[in-house]
DNA sequence: CATGAATGAGCCTTCATTCAT
DNA sequence: AATGAATGAAGGCTCATTCAT
């Protein structure tokens, strides 16, 4: 009874872990959070966090995970009010998702950059798998979603879309060197530091879905 | 003399140490390699390593100036026999480029991602700026040289273009989980690890530059 | 409470940890004692050690204030039984407190020379502040409590007095090279090897007593 | 010939290894001094280091002897100058000496403090001894010399009182925390950081004094 | 289920000393 | 006698993970 949590009481509690997680990821790289810190500000033991989570990396897998299904359930609701999209309306929905991306979930994009380098070497084979799949079934379910209203893609193709998207400003944010999270800055200006990076990615992801387009009608 | 090793001896022995990092490199991330395994491998005791660089990360540094120096350089030789470039010439040669950094040097790229969060962390201000400042000089050269040549671009657009082109395939490269370098394969079929790497960059890029010109042109 | 251990028994595990690293310090050296000769004497790991003591100096450092403190009070107590104290009772109680500190702390007295050139460099300035602070309170009390006993001087100095009686004993325990207190005698017989501290010691402050006593009465 | 050093040459190498080690100490502990910084500061090899000490803690001991024979010969030639001195005179001469030693000489008050507990540790028995005794005879010369024209005291009180004047200024030294040579002051007032070692010593030696002289008369 | 003390492998780095040339 | 590259033992410290209670 009283050593018996609920399931809800447990989901609570492992969402409270990997929202204290995610907070410090925000200003904190992966190795500047350890397994002790996340403890102490979650106010549980550490030795509770592994029968939560068998590992640090779990955590941020499944904080991956959680995000993403977030994120694009609301994105699929977004969507859900149209009937129909022209490519025009889908590049604008495009772009307005890189910025949200940016402006609002940068950590999404860290995080996914995590998981080849960082997350899954520690994970076994079937974790792994298991954290590819659910993560593509997402994605997936929303490229549907959209396919069906912008008639002239493929669900592949916008599957696709999401993915080249997440490089891009990934690829960005990491050469930007995390600069915006960095307290002293560097008395030096070089292109690199001036990244704009929801600018650049913007226009670099315009620039593709309109070569993309244009092939698709030729 | 006698004992003293020559310059280019040290040179040498310095560039084995380099050598050997770089090729664990290839399949371990940076905190796989430890400076123990390093010496081992390079087959001299763990103290003269650090005769030859003072830090970890300073091997890795010299690893990535050292690197594009050499990319660049023989960039900017092939250029050389160029007296003019049209645009449809530099995007050939900007997709060139790419291709042989995936192909031939996916090192640089994961190097140059490894700078802001990593190399730069164990770094004082100064040796961080004069890395910066070196590797901006490099890049600064090609530009002005190709810029000489593509009369329709300034050295600026160009040497974004580059730090453009190093952050998509490095996004690209990460996100991919580095699979192809990985050993296991995983008996798995899903996008992500259906990216093929070259052909994406290249995609993307090519479509950028397109976008680019045509934007020039009005 | 099970696994937990009671503030108690931390307690206890880290003076065991003090202790151990007293005894290793009355016939060692700072640079000889090591944190792996610690825990393997106090038959705990390496790590455990690093659970109790943040730092190495941290021990030290702890030890110094803890003997201080304990010192002064048990010295404060035998003060306490006094109603006035003449200035005779004042030199004869400071001489006895030499012989105190000589025959039975000599190791409080070394750690304190130890402070200024090796314990406060690696601690952070904050450290470094709290643990002087720290030391100067304590003696800060016992020397009000004498003042108010021996109406002739005033809190400050009798202060002062404290830290040169320190300083002289300080000088002549490291002089005298700690032979007594290391394992081989040298088979050798001069003035130095015969230092008798106490005695030494005892004379030096006897004398700087009478001729401050014989200065305020002028 | 040429590869076969005279006497001088050999002498005036080691001095110069010497010299750079004592200018260095002025403001470096014995630890913050490696045998790199030496040779390179000595523009010699460092193996030729060891040509010419076998150890680093000989080069300290060196130092040691060397500059109090060169003090106390000067000290000496100075007395020589009078015929006699009554014990206000001799006072006068100490008191002169604890400011001399403290104002230009501290290096070598912190080098006898480093005797004990560095430079013998990892000296041999007969280096040690060697030592010792020809330190000692540099002071006992210095001492009869004194002595005879200070017809009261004995040369071995005298040699005492030299010991005991290296024993006060050197306990001083190390507990105002080498807070002249260091850098960066700490923002705190207490006494400990005012003391002024040349103040301080001079006032216990000379009441030292003056209570051995009463004491000798009666 | 929770706890948190204990663990120990592993890390980077330092530096006096050696020795082949 | 001089060189300086090579050595390697040693050091302090970190931290994810385990497990007895």
Do not use: C, W
């Amino acid at each position: 009874m009283s050593n018996s949590l609920t399931k809800k009481q447990k989901l609570e509690k492992s969402q409270r872990i990997a929202q204290v997680t995610l907070k410090l990821f925000r200003e904190n790289s992966f190795d500047e959070i350890t397994m002790d810190r996340i403890a102490k500000i979650a106010g549980i033991a550490k030795g509770t966090l592994f029968n939560y989570y068998k590992t640090k990396e779990n955590i941020f897998m499944n904080l991956l995970l959680e995000g993403y299904q977030v994120f694009f359930t609301q994105l699929d609701n977004q969507i859900m009010n149209f009937e129909k999209l022209s490519l025009a309306d889908f590049k604008n929905l495009m772009l307005k998702v890189t910025s949200e991306l940016i402006e609002d979930h940068p950590v999404l994009v860290r995080l996914n950059a995590l998981r080849g380098p960082i997350l899954e070497r520690k994970a076994n084979k079937k974790q792994t798998i298991d954290g590819r799949q659910k993560l593509y079934k997402i994605r997936e379910q929303l490229s549907k979603d959209i396919a069906y209203r912008v008639t002239e893609l493929t669900p592949e193709t916008i599957n696709h879309l999401f993915i080249t998207q997440g490089a891009i400003i990934s690829g960005l944010i990491n050469l930007s060197g995390l600069d915006r999270f960095n307290h002293e800055k560097l008395p030096i200006k070089m292109f690199d530091f001036e990244v704009n990076i929801e600018k650049e990615s913007k226009e670099i992801l315009g620039f593709y879905l309109d070569g993309l387009f244009q092939e698709k009608e030729s």
